[in-house]
């Protein structure tokens, strides 16, 4: 997932909250997804980003 409008200097909590609630369910489904197939436990998830693409 690549969104360039991680760049909220203004209205950080509003523009964070937002970006936030389109991301939270893809990370959810990801670990539900993992979860049900048994593969959590052996599973390393490590979300990140970067600055400055």
Do not use: C, Y
């Not at 970006?19 to 990370?27: M, N, Y």
């Amino acid at each position: 997932m690549l969104d360039r409008s991680f760049d909220n200097h203004n209205k950080i909590a509003d523009n964070h909250r937002k970006l936030a609630d389109q991301l939270d369910p893809a990370i959810a489904d990801l670990l539900t997804d993992l979860k049900l197939r048994e593969m959590l436990e052996n599973t390393l998830v490590i979300w990140g980003s970067i600055m400055n693409v």
